[in-house]
Nanobody, 128 residues
């Protein structure tokens, strides 16, 4: 089993930046796909970005060019650098792990149903 824990959320003004981190423990292997999702109450969980073990990435159109996902396998840490934040980026952000490479999934980034392990989330609030 894989355990994930997010940190780095908070409140920021529109146009600002935040960096989220996610530490991974347990039965984790470097070939696992890692991703960030976000969810607003009453809406479905939305895929934000995913990163493969070789550094290959995919992004939702709504964040491309503003967000950067990265991972450090030896340190078992996933990151999400967010800049140019907008009010509509306000959400609970979750990191997730899937026990296969990101490129094996049809969707880019992969859908939430593809992921088996989840963190508890960190809130990001952007004020306009």
């Amino acid at each position: 089993q894989v355990q994930l824990m997010e940190s780095g959320g908070g409140s920021v003004q529109a146009g600002g930046s935040l960096r989220l981190s996610c530490t991974v423990t347990g039965d984790f292997y470097s070939n696992h796909c890692l991703a960030w999702f976000r969810q607003v109450p009453g809406q479905e969980r939305e895929g934000v970005a995913a990163v493969d073990s070789d550094g290959g990435t995919s992004y939702a159109a709504s964040v491309e060019g503003r967000y950067t996902i990265s991972r450090n396998n030896p340190q078992r840490t996933l990151y999400l650098q967010m800049s140019g934040l907008k009010a509509e980026d306000t959400a609970m952000y979750y990191c997730a792990a899937a026990k296969r490479h990101c490129w094996t999934f049809a969707s880019r980034p992969p859908r939430a149903s593809a992921f088996t392990d989840w963190g508890q989330g960190t809130q990001v609030t952007v004020s306009s």
